[in-house]
């Protein structure tokens, strides 16, 4: 498949990478404001055609858009493929708002024969799998979980030296909610349903957004608290707990370890690729290429109910952001 990329960071560099080993995709088209910063883009992948103009890229002839601009821009980019006809594969969070996600579905409705899948690339760990069908074998026993996910981002340091990076600005959707809970709000939400409640307590920055915080998500018979933060690191393991037996899974985001503690020991973690992206690339290009419908209702559905738990969580705070519906 042709791919096309809008947004040229590291992130983007990796899923090109990941992409393109499984062999069924080649990039083809770097959308970026700036023609330099695309050319840059193109000289550490390979060569590309180069745009700075929207409507021109998705007139290409492309097959599939990646799209990993800053987060308040999701949403529109992701419509503006669907309506150009392409496939869509958006970075996490797909939407800054519930409310953004009818946009998205309107535009694929009207083009049935594209799909958009959001790029929440532990959903697609053999890992999660695993927990997934822990957590179905064990429900009766489970009494909670803890899921941990906090990473000193490289864009903090600029924010501090008074910079206002896009992650760290509410015009754009930043904030660890939405860049690093969004993690643990899949997590939680694929392994134990909807919440019937959530309040979320932020650490603010004067930015307007959060450095980090807890949240906690309320069930009928258990409890689940998130912990976050994009200002600092943490070794702590995310934990769910069945009882005597509490199995560890390392951070959210990553799942880099898998293992049963207490009453029952066992190392259950199944090896990961090098480049972390590259089950999430070869679910989607199978799915795309076979146009698997079912793949992308069951996906839509979990990203609906992810999203109006992540707006429910932020209508608990004073937290506002751009592009919030008025």
Not at 30 to 42: G, K, M, P
Not at 61 to 75: C, E, F
Not at 104 to 133: G, M, V, W
Not at 168 to 176: D, K, N
Request: glycine share 8%; hydrophobic share 45%.
């Amino acid at each position: 498949m042709k791919l096309g990329i809008i947004g040229t960071n590291w992130i983007t560099q990796q899923f090109v990478e990941a992409a393109e080993s499984t062999g069924d995709y080649q990039l083809t088209a770097i959308y970026s404001r700036h023609e330099a910063t695309a050319a840059a883009f193109a000289a550490k992948t390979h060569e590309a055609t180069l745009y700075t103009e929207l409507p021109a890229f998705f007139a290409s002839d492309l097959d599939v858009v990646y799209i990993a601009s800053p987060n308040g821009l999701h949403a529109e980019q992701a419509a503006a493929a669907l309506n150009a006809g392409k496939h869509v594969i958006v970075e996490k969070p797909m939407v800054t708002h519930p409310s953004q996600l009818a946009l998205i579905e309107s535009a694929q409705a009207a083009h049935p024969e594209c799909l958009i899948f959001e790029a929440a690339r532990h959903l697609y760990d053999p890992n999660f799998a695993k927990i997934t069908a822990l957590v179905q074998q064990r429900r009766a026993a489970l009494t909670g979980a803890t899921l941990v996910y906090a990473k000193y981002s490289s864009r903090y340091d600029a924010y501090l030296a008074g910079e206002n990076p896009n992650i760290f600005s509410p015009r754009f959707g930043g904030g660890a909610l939405m860049d690093l809970g969004v993690y643990s709000v899949y997590a939680a939400v694929a392994w134990f349903g909807v919440p019937e409640q959530v309040v979320y307590l932020p650490s603010m920055l004067a930015s307007g957004v959060d450095g980090g915080g807890v949240a906690h998500l309320h069930y009928a018979d258990v409890d689940v608290n998130l912990v976050l933060g994009k200002n600092y690191n943490t070794s702590a393991s995310s934990e769910i707990y069945f009882g005597k037996t509490t199995l560890q899974l390392g951070a959210t985001g990553s799942l880099d370890e898998l293992k049963l503690v207490g009453a029952e020991t066992a190392d259950l973690h199944v090896t990961q690729p090098a480049n972390p992206m590259v089950d999430e690339a070869r679910y989607f290009a199978h799915a795309l290429m076979t146009h698997d419908q079912n793949a992308f209702e069951q996906q839509w559905q979990l990203a609906k109910q992810v999203h109006q738990v992540l707006g429910d969580l932020r209508a608990t705070t004073t937290i506002k952001f751009g592009n919030d519906p008025q």
